[in-house]
């Protein structure tokens, strides 16, 4: 008896802690965000793109990325991804580009089936299936957005969903490509 109340116990607290995961910061205003302005080296874990090909942020110097850590299964990215492809719309690849990273562990045919069914055209898609990046920026939940500099280096991040394509990232994007 003691080991079912045991076992129940820790099975309820493995679901908060997923629910927690993915939505400990939702806001229904997706648009009342704001960044977290710092400035530190680049993570350095690897991530694959649609090919397997391993990648790190190496990869894409020479250009403001901004680094979006999303999975299938989370509601807040679900509503946010639309915004993310309107904004990279927005800028030339060359100098800007979204990678929104899924963290997903099943196959990545449900990401690529996941931007079908968003009709998401704009933007590249990519997997850490090992999750070292969230460990790595200490990603507190879900969605998880990060903005890289030119030389590699973290400069500001976002918790949370956001409406991506608002005036206010547009600015921080122009203002941080001079």
């Known amino acids: 008896m003691l080991l079912k109340n045991f076992r129940s116990k820790l099975i309820l607290m493995v679901y908060a802690i997923i629910l ?7 806001n229904t205003d997706l648009s009342a965000n704001e960044l977290i302005i710092y400035e530190k080296q680049g993570f350095s874990s690897k991530f694959q793109d649609i090919n397997s090909k391993e990648l790190d942020l190496k990869n894409f110097e020479g250009k403001l990325i ?3 850590l ?3 299964w989370c509601e807040p990215c679900k509503e946010e991804m639309p915004s993310l492809d309107r904004l990279q719309k927005k800028f030339e690849k060359n100098i ?9 562990r099943g196959p990545k045919k449900n990401s690529i089936n996941f931007f079908n069914d968003y009709n998401i055209k704009e933007l590249d898609i990519f997997f850490d299936d090992k999750n070292n990046i969230p460990r790595e920026a200490r990603a507190a939940g879900l969605p998880h957005s990060i903005f890289v500099d030119k030389d590699g280096n973290e400069i500001a991040k976002l918790i949370g969903p956001a409406e991506w394509d608002s005036d206010y990232f547009v600015n921080f994007i122009r203002e ?3």
């Open 176 to 178: 941080n490509l001079d």
């Open 70 to 72: 999303w999975a299938t």
């Open 20 to 26: 927690l995961f993915c939505n400990i910061l939702y």
């Open 66 to 68: 901004l680094v979006n």
């Open 96 to 104: 800007f580009q979204i990678l929104p990273i899924s963290l997903d």
